[in-house]
């Protein structure tokens, strides 16, 4: 199976700050990659899927980039509503789809 | 607009069987490119995905859980349903149901959009 990890864990920031969180796979998932945004008691939500294609009705102030084994969640501009865990999902190998641990951001 | 609502109970006691449906409104559940998929999280931790099942039968299992799981579509009730036997305590999580796209398009390229609000299954004696 592809093991997926993401740094850092946690990360403090302030509204208007730029925000990075990155995910890597085991091997090559070429673009297959999607980020979710999941906040308390809430489902998860697509962000990003293809590795860098935007949902639709998700605010341009999120990218994403990468290929291969490393990949980026950028927020261009922390906004209130943006504190939250994000999670990194690879959807190359459809025997185990597999998702990162995490990364949880939150107020400075 | 689609919408998922998982229902089923929320207390299960050891060794026996989790059963949870996923109700599908605003949009037929026989759909071309469709998986509708199960995934979990227990309390406090990250997203598991369990599996999920093409309306026409074709399903994909996590190999952990494979030889305790089933999941069922019944496109007569535009439902699906998930069957987890012999539970334990490490089964004990919030339950999400999610449409699956992608799978079955000519890049494979695929996601879990959009969920369900998640229901807490709670294995216990």
């Known amino acids: 199976d592809i093991q997926m990890t993401q740094s850092p864990s946690s990360l403090s920031a302030s509204i208007g700050d730029r925000v990075t969180i990155t995910c890597r796979a085991s091997?090559?998932?070429?673009?297959?990659l999607n980020w979710y945004q999941q906040k308390p008691g809430k489902a998860p939500k697509l962000l990003i899927y293809?590795?860098?294609s935007l949902q639709s009705g998700v605010p341009p102030r999120f990218s994403g980039s990468g290929s291969g084994t490393d990949f980026t969640l950028t927020i261009s501009s922390l906004q209130p509503e943006d504190f939250a865990t994000y999670y990194c999902?690879?959807?190359?190998?459809?025997?185990?789809?597999?998702f990162g641990p995490g990364t949880k951001v939150d107020f400075k | 607009q689609l919408q998922l609502q998982e229902s089923g109970p929320g207390l299960v006691k050891p060794s026996e069987t989790l059963s949870l449906t996923c109700t599908v409104s605003?949009?037929?559940?026989?759909?071309?490119?469709?998986?509708w998929a199960w995934i979990r999280q227990p309390p406090g931790k990250g997203l598991e995905w369990i599996g999920m099942?093409?309306?026409?039968?074709?399903?994909y299992y996590s190999p952990s859980l494979k030889s305790r799981l089933t999941i069922s579509v019944d496109t007569s009730k535009n439902q699906f349903s998930l069957r987890l036997t012999s539970v334990t305590a490490a089964d004990t999580a919030v339950y999400y149901c999610?449409?699956?796209?992608?799978?079955?398009?000519?890049?494979?390229?695929?996601?879990?959009?959009?969920w369900g609000h998640g229901t807490l299954v709670t294995v216990s004696s």
């Open positions: 999902q690879q959807s190359y190998y459809t025997e185990d789809f597999t």
């Open positions: 099942r093409y309306y026409s039968g074709s399903a």
């Open positions: 605003g949009a037929s559940i026989n759909t071309n490119n469709y998986y």
């Open positions: 293809a590795a860098s």
């Open positions: 091997q090559s998932i070429k673009n297959y």
């Open positions: 999610a449409r699956h796209y992608g799978l079955a398009t000519p890049t494979g390229l695929n996601w879990f959009d959009p």
